[in-house]
């Protein structure tokens, strides 16, 4: 993606109880209602009036009763917002605010992993381009993946992509034929199983909680592993008080508002950087997010064609998500395999 410049110059004098008024004078002006990753700021988190994992995102753009929805997130998460809302403008503070995995799954090369593979389904893991949703056949999330793969029949095979972690840990849960694209999460293959497992011996009550996009060594040292919304359901929901946590540090914001009686260590990454920080999610900042709401743009725009082609592995995902096993089987019986034959006439 091009790097893209925003001139910063006229909310610079702004402080940032201003900047807040004016988003949410702006918000009530424009009947926009704005959505928040876990992995923003905590003062977006704070002006959200929807925050929420990936999949919960998801579900609720499609549910929002409002004219324009303002997406603090990172593209792929806008992207899909806009597939799913083709009426209402949506907005991303920051054009920048990218994701590895997505970056690690070109479209061509995808299309070509797809036709090496003409019996397989492919299931793609929401962070990747509208491009890629639109080649692949079904959609999931951290949170839904299992109970998608799980009703897919053990017979078929599956390509997943473009996370090898998330693929590596449900194929070992659902125990299915799954080929895996090797794209990882920057944030989260940074964490070192050693110091976890150092950091657990100073702290042996701490109870370990990890995003499935770590790797599968800090994953085996996991008490729990689930979606940021699981991770923080998680920490509510116990009665352990010490909690070390392996995903990106943005989710201790809600953690600490939500159980403010207990502690979140943040699991250290394995070079002492602060590669727990999603420095993708970050490029979205309060002033950016006030500009974009002033300003109107930067906005969200899919071609008609491709959100059409992008649109139904994403329903598809939703459907077999919520829905019980007779709705998965009207979903797959929909799904033309091989691939090849379903390709012809594409032009991505
Ligand atoms: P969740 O679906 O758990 O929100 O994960 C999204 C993500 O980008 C994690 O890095
Ligand atoms: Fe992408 Fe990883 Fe950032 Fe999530 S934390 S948005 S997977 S780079």
């Not at 002006?47 to 997406?71: C, K, N, P, T």
């Not at 693929?167 to 199983?193: D, I, N, P």
């Not at 006030?290 to 969200?300: A, F, G, S, V």
């Amino acid at each position: 993606m091009p790097e893209i410049t925003i001139d910063m110059a006229p909310a610079a004098a702004m402080d940032e109880v201003s900047m807040v008024r004016e988003i949410l004078r702006l918000k009530e002006e424009m009947n926009a209602v704005i959505l928040a990753h876990y992995y923003q700021d905590s003062i977006i988190q704070d002006i959200a009036d929807i925050r929420g994992d990936s999949y919960e995102l998801s579900r609720r753009a499609r549910e929002v009763d409002a004219d324009v929805i303002v997406f603090a997130g990172v593209h792929f998460m806008a992207e899909t917002a806009k597939i799913l809302n083709p009426g209402k403008t949506v907005l991303l503070p920051d054009l920048n605010a990218g994701c590895s995995l997505a970056e690690s799954a070109p479209a061509h090369l995808f299309r070509r992993f797809r036709a090496m593979h003409p019996d397989h389904l492919a299931v793609t893991y929401i962070n990747c381009t509208a491009e890629v949703k639109a080649l692949s056949d079904i959609i999931c999330t951290s949170s839904s993946a299992e109970a998608i793969l799980e009703k897919i029949p053990a017979e078929i095979p599956i390509l997943f992509s473009p996370d090898k972690n998330l693929g590596a840990y449900v194929r070992g849960k659902t125990g299915r034929q799954m080929l895996l694209w090797q794209g990882v999460c920057t944030v989260h293959e940074q964490f070192s199983e050693e110091l976890i497992r150092e950091l657990r011996a100073q702290h042996p009550e701490a109870e370990v909680i990890a995003h499935p996009e770590c790797e599968g060594a800090v994953l085996r040292q996991a008490d729990f592993i689930g979606s940021t919304s699981a991770l923080l359901q998680y920490v509510v929901d116990r009665p352990a008080t010490r909690f070390i946590v392996a995903t990106e540090a943005g989710i201790m914001h809600q953690m600490q508002k939500r159980a403010p009686e207990k502690e979140f260590i943040a699991a250290p990454p394995n070079n002492g950087c602060a590669c727990n920080v999603c420095d993708y999610m970050k490029v979205n900042t309060l002033e950016k997010l006030y500009l974009c709401m002033r300003d109107r743009t930067p906005e969200i725009v899919v071609p008609e064609d491709m959100r059409l082609r992008a649109l139904r592995p994403i329903e598809r995902m939703l459907e077999m998500a919520q829905g019980d096993e007779e709705a998965a089987r009207r979903v797959l019986a929909e799904i033309p395999l091989p691939w090849k034959d379903a390709a012809i006439g594409m032009d991505l």
